[in-house]
C-alpha cells in the first residue's frame, strides 16, 4: 500500500488533525473510512471528488468542518445532541448542501447516502412491492419457515383488512375467509408435526434441538400454502437514496392503496434520513412519473384485455423454456477468449466457429477451473447468454425465487384460475381434505370480490394458488439460481423448478452447464436437517 506521504503535498497541523480524526478510519493512509458522519454530508464529500484536485480529508476540513453555512458542527452532534435536532441542523444547512449535490454530482450522487428502513405490519402484496426492486435495495423478510403466522392481536388475526373491500358489501365475507384461513393454518399445525415425526423419527446422532427445529420448519412450509396475500408481515430494506427514489416513485404509481400509503410512510421517515436524496419523488417531476407509469400500466392492460380475449391458457406446465440462443456456446467461447487477446469479438467469434465441440470444452473447462462450492461462481462471460422461462407454480415458491435481483421478471395477478398446489405430505398425513377446503372457500370469496373489486381480491388469494410469471437470466445468474434454489435446505417447491431448469437447460446446452455440480437433484425428507445438525456443530464448538 502506498504511503500517503509518498503522494500528497499536503499535512495537517495538530489542531486540524484533531479537527478530522473523529471523522475518519484512519489519518496515514491512502485507503480510509468515513464515520460519525450523516449520510448527506458522506454524499456531499463524495460528490466534490468530482471536481476537486484536493484530498477528501482537506475537503472534509476546509469545505464542511470550518464553512460557517455547512452547519458541520451542529450536524455532527458536536453542539447538540439528539437526532431531532440533528435534522433541524440538516434541514438549515439545506441550501448548502443542495448546492454541493446539484452543483458538483449528477444523478449518482443519490446513491452516496444510503439508510435503513422497516416496514412492520404489511401484507404481502405490500411487502413484493418493496422487494420488486433490483439494484441499489437489499431486503430482508420475515421468514414463513420460522415464524409462525396465526398470532392474533385483540382477538384478530394479523392480516389486510382492505379499505375497499372493508366499504362494501364484501366485508364481513372477507374477514369470514381470512379467519377460515388462519383457523386452519392453526388446526393443521400439531397433527402435522406430528405425523412428521412419526414418519421421519430422530436418531441417536441427531439433538432435539436440530430435530425440533427441522421438523417445524418443515410442517411450516407445508401450511405456508393458506396464508393469504393479505397476511402481514415485516420488511427491512437498506437502500441508497437514488434506489428509494425510485421505489418511492412505483409505489406512488400502484393501484392498492396500501402500497400508495406505505410510500408516502416510507417518504416521511427517508425525509428525515436522506432527504437530500429522496427529494424528487415527491416533487413535480416524481408525481408526474408516477402518473406516468399508472396511466401506462392501466393503458396496457385495457389493451391486453382487449387484444387476448379470445385466447385460452395453454396446458399448465411449471416451467417453460421458452427462449435460448442456438449459438450460446460459441458466444460463451468467444467471451471468455476475448479478454485475452486484441481482436475484435467479430473475429474471435469466427475462430471459435471453427473449433471442434471438445477444443470449446476445453476452453470452458479452463475458464470455470476446479469449482470448489457454488461460491465459485463462473465470471462475465456467462452473461453472454440468456433463456427466458413462462413458470407457474405456487405463490410461495413465486415469493422465493422472486428475490433474486440478476434478471428480468415479470408477473401476472395472484389469482384463483390456476388451481392450487396441494403438498404430497398433508394428502399422505390424511390432512389434505381440510386444506383443501379452506382454499376453495377463499377461492370462491376471491371471485366473488374480483367481479367489483379485481386489485383488492389479490388480497385473499393464498399462497398454495399458482401464479404465472416470467424470468430472462443469464446463464451467470442461471448458476446461482439453479445451485443456490436447488440446495438440500431450500423449500421443496422452489427446488422442484430450479432442478427443472436446469434439467431443460442441459437438454439444449449440456456443454455450458457441465459443470454445474452444486446443482441437487436429490429429495429429502427433511430439508433444513442437515443445516440444524451443521448449527449444533457450530453451537458445540463454542461451547
Ligand atoms: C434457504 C434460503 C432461505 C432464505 N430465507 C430468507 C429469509 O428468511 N428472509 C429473507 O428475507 N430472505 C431469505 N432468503 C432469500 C435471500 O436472502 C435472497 O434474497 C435470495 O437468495 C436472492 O438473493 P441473492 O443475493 O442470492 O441473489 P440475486 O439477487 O439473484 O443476485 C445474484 C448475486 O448478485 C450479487 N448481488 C445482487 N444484489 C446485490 C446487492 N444489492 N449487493 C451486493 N451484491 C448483490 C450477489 O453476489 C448475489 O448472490 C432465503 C434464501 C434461501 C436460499
Known amino acids: 500500500m502506498t504511503?500517503?506521504?509518498?503522494?500528497?503535498?499536503?499535512?495537517?497541523?495538530?489542531?486540524?488533525?484533531?479537527?478530522?480524526?473523529?471523522?475518519?478510519?484512519?489519518?496515514?493512509?491512502?485507503?480510509?473510512?468515513?464515520?460519525n458522519l450523516p449520510e448527506v454530508v458522506k454524499g456531499a464529500l463524495f460528490s466534490r471528488y468530482s471536481r476537486s484536485e484536493k484530498s477528501l480529508r482537506r475537503i472534509l476540513l476546509e469545505e464542511f468542518i470550518k464553512a460557517p453555512e455547512a452547519s458541520f458542527a451542529r450536524i455532527t452532534g458536536e453542539?447538540?445532541?439528539?437526532?431531532?435536532?440533528?435534522?433541524?441542523?440538516?434541514?438549515?444547512?439545506?441550501?448548502?448542501?443542495?448546492?454541493?449535490?446539484i452543483g458538483y454530482g449528477d444523478d449518482s450522487v443519490a446513491e452516496l447516502g444510503g439508510a435503513h428502513i422497516a416496514c412492520e405490519g404489511i401484507s404481502n402484496i405490500a411487502a413484493k412491492a418493496l422487494e420488486d426492486s433490483r439494484l441499489g435495495i437489499s431486503p430482508l423478510e420475515k421468514s414463513t419457515r420460522y415464524v409462525l403466522f396465526n398470532r392474533k392481536i385483540n382477538g384478530r388475526y394479523r392480516y389486510y383488512r382492505e379499505p375497499s373491500i372493508m366499504a362494501s358489501s364484501y366485508a364481513e365475507r372477507y374477514e369470514k375467509t381470512l379467519d377460515c384461513l388462519f383457523e386452519t393454518y392453526t388446526a393443521l399445525i400439531d397433527p402435522l408435526l406430528s405425523w412428521i415425526q412419526a414418519q421421519i423419527p430422530k436418531d441417536k446422532a441427531t439433538s432435539e434441538r436440530a430435530y425440533y427445529s427441522a421438523t417445524r420448519a418443515k410442517t411450516l412450509d407445508l401450511l405456508r400454502g393458506l396464508l393469504p396475500m393479505a397476511t402481514l408481515t415485516n420488511v427491512g430494506l437498506f437502500?441508497?437514496?437514488?434506489?428509494?427514489?425510485?421505489?418511492?416513485?412505483?409505489?406512488?404509481?400502484?393501484?392498492?392503496?396500501?402500497?400508495?400509503?406505505?410510500?408516502?410512510?416510507?417518504?416521511?421517515?427517508?425525509?428525515?434520513?436522506?432527504?437530500?436524496?429522496?427529494?424528487?419523488?415527491?416533487?413535480?417531476?416524481?408525481?408526474?412519473?408516477?402518473?406516468?407509469?399508472?396511466?401506462?400500466?392501466?393503458?396496457?392492460?385495457?389493451?391486453?384485455?382487449?387484444?387476448?380475449?379470445?385466447?385460452?391458457?395453454?396446458?399448465?406446465?411449471?416451467?417453460q423454456l421458452i427462449e435460448y440462443d442456438p449459438d450460446a456456446e460459441e458466444k460463451v467461447v468467444a467471451a471468455i477468449l476475448y479478454p485475452h487477446t486484441d481482436l475484435t469479438f467479430e473475429q474471435v467469434k469466427e475462430y471459435v466457429s471453427n473449433l471442434s465441440t471438445q477444443e470449446r470444452i476445453n476452453i470452458i473447462s479452463t475458464y470455470l477451473g476446479e469449482r470448489g462450492s457454488r461460491f465459485h461462481r463462473p465470471g462475465r462471460a456467462f452473461e453472454e447468454t440468456y433463456y427466458t422461462f413462462d413458470l407457474l407454480a405456487d405463490i410461495g415458491a413465486y415469493r422465493d425465487l422472486h428475490r433474486h435481483r440478476a434478471l428480468t421478471q415479470e408477473r401476472q395477478h395472484y389469482s384463483v384460475r390456476h388451481g392450487y398446489v396441494v403438498p404430497a405430505e398433508l394428502k399422505e398425513a390424511n390432512l389434505a381434505e381440510t386444506y383443501r377446503n379452506a382454499l376453495d372457500y377463499a377461492a370462491e370469496t376471491t371471485e366473488l370480490i374480483s367481479k367489483v373489486l379485481?386489485?383488492?381480491?389479490?388480497?385473499?388469494?393464498?399462497?398454495?394458488?399458482?401464479v404465472r410469471w416470467r424470468i430472462k437470466l443469464n446463464l451467470r445468474e442461471i448458476y446461482h439460481l439453479v445451485e443456490l434454489r436447488s440446495s438440500r435446505q431450500g423449500h421443496p417447491s422452489y427446488r422442484a423448478l430450479a432442478q427443472e431448469m436446469y434439467r431443460q437447460i442441459s437438454a439444449v446446452h449440456p456443454v455450458l452447464v457441465s459443470k454445474m455440480h452444486f446443482v441437487d437433484l436429490n429429495e429429502y425428507a427433511l430439508e433444513r436437517l442437515a443445516a440444524e445438525q451443521r448449527i449444533d456443530t457450530k453451537m458445540n464448538q463454542n461451547n
Do not use: W
Request: negative net charge; proline residues 5%; hydrophobic residues 40%.
Open 3 to 35: 504511503d500517503i506521504s509518498d503522494f500528497l503535498e499536503e499535512s495537517f497541523t495538530e489542531h486540524e488533525s484533531c479537527l478530522l480524526q473523529p471523522f475518519l478510519t484512519n489519518f496515514d493512509s491512502s485507503v480510509f473510512g468515513l464515520r
Open 454 to 466: 379485481p386489485d383488492a381480491a389479490q388480497y385473499v388469494v393464498p399462497f398454495a394458488y399458482r
Open 79 to 101: 453542539v447538540v445532541n439528539n437526532n431531532a435536532d440533528q435534522l433541524v441542523a440538516i434541514q438549515q444547512a439545506e441550501a448548502f448542501y443542495e448546492r454541493v449535490l
Open 239 to 319: 437502500g441508497n437514496g437514488r434506489a428509494f427514489e425510485y421505489l418511492l416513485v412505483k409505489l406512488a404509481a400502484s393501484p392498492h392503496q396500501e402500497v400508495h400509503m406505505l410510500g408516502l410512510a416510507m417518504q416521511q421517515e427517508l425525509d428525515k434520513m436522506i432527504p437530500s436524496f429522496v427529494k424528487r419523488s415527491k416533487s413535480d417531476r416524481g408525481i408526474q412519473y408516477a402518473n406516468y407509469l399508472a396511466t401506462n400500466r392501466q393503458n396496457t392492460e385495457l389493451l391486453a384485455q382487449k387484444l387476448l380475449t379470445q385466447c385460452t391458457p395453454a396446458p399448465k406446465s411449471p416451467v
